[in-house]
T-cell receptor
Framework: SAVISQKPSRDICQRGTSLTIQCQVD?????MFWYRQQPGQSLTLIAT?????????ESGFVIDKFPISRPNLTFSTLTVSNMSPEDSSIYLC????????????FGPGTRLLVL | AQSVAQPEDQVNVAEGNPLTVKCTYS??????LFWYVQYPNRGLQFLLK??????LVKGSYGFEAEFNKSQTSFHLKKPSALVSDSALYFC???????????FGSGTRLSIRP
């Protein structure tokens, strides 16, 4: 399976600032996904990022708040903009392995605390 | 619309006993079904999946799951629980033709020594 790394692993940020999270994969993948996991809850899909096209956002998430870049087939970034305490969550990137019946594999996550 | 339900927030089992973590789903057509595990301060790890074929699927760490089409269930099982199995378990479903995967609410498994 793909090996996925995320930076930073955790951060504590002040209200009103922005944080960019990086996701790096050790192989080329078509589809990458960004999820949010709020404390004690399940995963919620933020957006799907395909290389060469604009990210597709889920209901309740907008590009101004969560801009995403996908410059190549192994890398993506998610920015959490103008943060508030409600943005405190774990942010996870995942990739879909087309050779393994569309199984998704996840990075270790970025733990964000907004004060 | 597709959905997945994990009716138990928490499951408690004594070490050495069999464990079951329940999952039911709702999706049109033939589903892709998955189980993931999340250890504390870690990302999600893939355990196993059902796509087609044998209804009993074997996965990592001795876990297995049984696909039951008539009951629309995909329960996770292990014959003999270990303390190290204590973690948060997520069931997930997707349509075979779509890319969006839907996660259940999660079940916290606690194995006591």
């Amino acid at each position: 399976s793909a090996v996925i790394s995320q930076k930073p692993s955790r951060d504590i940020c002040q209200r009103g600032t922005s944080l960019t999270i990086q996701c790096q994969v050790d192989s080329q993948v078509t589809m990458m996904f960004w999820y949010r996991q709020q404390p004690g809850q399940s995963l919620t899909l933020i957006a799907t990022a395909n290389q060469g096209s604009e990210a597709t956002y889920e209901s309740g998430f907008v590009i101004d708040k969560f801009p995403i870049s996908r410059p190549n087939l192994t890398f993506s970034t998610l920015t959490v903009s103008n943060m508030s305490p409600e943005d405190s969550s774990i942010y996870l990137c995942s990739v879909e392995d087309q050779s393994r019946a569309e199984t998704q594999y996840f990075g270790p996550g970025t733990r964000l605390l907004v004060l | 619309a597709q959905s997945v339900a994990q009716p138990e927030d928490q499951v408690n089992v004594a070490e050495g006993n069999p464990l079951t973590v329940k999952c039911t789903y709702s999706v049109s057509g033939n589903p892709y079904l998955f189980w993931y595990v999340q250890y504390p301060n870690r990302g999600l790890q893939f355990l196993l999946k059902y796509i087609t074929g044998d209804n009993l699927v074997k996965g990592s760490y001795g876990f297995e799951a049984e696909f039951n089409k008539s009951q629309t269930s995909f329960h996770l099982k292990k014959p003999s629980a270990l303390v190290s199995d204590s973690a948060l378990y997520f069931c997930a479903v997707k349509k075979s033709s779509a890319s969006k995967i839907i996660f259940g609410s999660g079940t916290r498994l606690s194995i006591r020594p």
